[in-house]
């Protein structure tokens, strides 16, 4: 597996990795913009952190998707969490969210090599124009493609296994110095579990997911209020936007990920399993 920054990025990370923990621990110290009802226990972070799921979905239930996730960024996991994201169809909301924050954080972003062109370019748009400092684009190893898919074609023949080389095992990896991840999920997707909070445990990692309780149209008019860019395959009607050679647009009316490895009974590529059931990537 390979990580690299993006080009405009490394000059400003390299100066300032030094400053990064300073800051993050600054910035937690400073919560003043949280309502008083969140600030009551801040001042003990270690029990916080040890709270188990239930009770910091019960505790918090109640908070934006932003006092989520300035509450998981400068307290409950400050400097130990990172962000994965797709750079597709929606992402665009919590990448802006994080930047406003914490343009540092890092930001795992997996190029399985199969992705479209298009992805690669609005990662770079979005870097540029919300400013964010720590993306990290993860690759495939070298020795893993070499091995099982030296042509390139593994995923005609077998889906699970590309995708364990492309995406699982170099996520698995990337996320391996992280206490808890920041995901994109909704419960307007339907494959996402009614009941789900805040909070969840994925093995032993946290997953943060701040828009779980968001609709379609909060997440719309939030780009709009914002004047974010999308990402530029939405216009031709992909909703969900993975590797090019397992991505179709969807009609009116379907989830927004049918379009993901349509005729296959595949519905995730692998990546979140919680509670031992596969989740899918959402953000
Ligand atoms: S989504 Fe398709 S091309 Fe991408 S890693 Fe999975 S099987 Fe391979």
């Not at 300035?70 to 994080?98: D, R």
């Not at 968001?214 to 709009?224: P, Q, R, T, V």
């Not at 009316?253 to 899918?280: L, N």
Request: hydrophobic share 35%.
């Amino acid at each position: 597996m390979s990580v690299s920054l993006h080009k405009s990025q490394a000059g400003n990370a390299t100066r300032q990795t030094g400053n990064l923990t300073k800051m993050t621990q600054n910035q937690a110290d400073n919560v003043t913009h949280l309502p008083d009802r969140t600030r009551q226990n801040y001042h003990d972070i270690e029990v916080l952190a040890r709270l188990d799921v239930d009770e910091l979905n019960s505790k918090f239930s109640h908070l934006t998707p932003q006092e989520v996730l300035e509450l998981s960024i400068k307290k409950l996991f400050a400097g130990q969490i990172a962000m994965v994201s797709s750079f597709g169809a929606e992402s665009v909301v919590l990448l802006h969210m994080i930047s406003k924050f914490d343009p540092y954080i890092p930001v795992i972003f997996i190029d399985t090599g199969k992705l479209f062109p298009e992805t690669i370019a609005y990662r770079n748009q979005l870097i540029e124009q919300l400013g964010l400092m720590n993306v990290q684009t993860v690759k495939p190893a070298l020795a893993d493609l070499e091995a099982q898919d030296n042509d390139g074609t593994l995923w005609q023949r077998d889906v699970d296994g590309c995708c364990n080389i492309r995406k699982v095992l170099p996520f698995d990896k990337a996320l391996k110095p992280f206490v808890a991840e920041i995901s994109g999920r909704k419960k307007f997707h339907n494959e996402v579990r009614a009941d789900l909070g805040f909070f969840q445990k994925n093995g032993q990692r946290m997953k943060v997911n701040p828009l779980i309780n968001w609709s379609a149209k909060e997440l719309a008019d939030y780009i709009i209020a914002h004047e974010l860019p999308r990402h530029p395959l939405v216009a031709q009607g992909f909703a969900s936007i993975g590797c090019a050679p397992c991505t179709s647009p969807v009609k009116e009316g379907e989830d927004p990920r049918a379009g993901r490895w349509r005729g296959e009974e595949k519905t995730e590529c692998g990546i979140h399993f919680v509670d031992g059931k596969p989740q899918p990537i959402n953000n």
